[in-house]
Nanobody, 124 residues
Framework: VQLQASGGGLVQTGGSLRISCVPSGHTFSRGTMGWFRQAPGKEREFVGADGRGKYYADSVNGRFTISRDSTKNTLFLQMNNLKPEDTAVYYC?????????????????????WGQGTLVTVSS
């Protein structure tokens, strides 16, 4: 199983970008798919997830939107009003399960499958 993330790039502060995650070899249409990010020198952190509902980190809520395509197997992250602090490698994560609590969606250890990441750089 592979999770292929794409769409990262360089964007100016206030700009928008959409990144995608396409699984191969498995379908997660009934499971959870989400995004985490890791900035240089920092720990990996939760960005958002789609499972029983949609969940977002406070730092991106209102600016980022998670969605899936009609098959529910391709994950998108629409990022608007980007800030320099959004600069990071964004990782797609997935699991066959859905979780019962918001806190569970934010924990990287809950996700069994991970992609290789796509770099998003926001210039000031």
């Amino acid at each position: 199983v592979q999770l292929q993330a794409s769409g990262g790039g360089l964007v100016q502060t206030g700009g928008s970008l959409r990144i995608s995650c396409v699984p191969s070899g498995h379908t997660f249409s009934r499971g959870t798919m989400g995004w985490f990010r890791q900035a240089p020198g920092k720990e990996r952190e939760f960005v958002g997830a789609d499972g029983r509902g949609k969940y977002y980190a406070d730092s991106v809520n209102g600016r980022f939107t998670i969605s899936r395509d009609s098959t529910k197997n391709t994950l998108f992250l629409q990022m608007n009003n980007l800030k320099p602090e959004d600069t990071a490698v964004y990782y797609c994560a997935a699991d066959d399960r859905t979780f019962r609590t918001r806190n569970s969606y934010t924990q990287a250890t809950q996700y069994y499958f991970w992609g290789q990441g796509t770099l998003v750089t926001v210039s000031s």
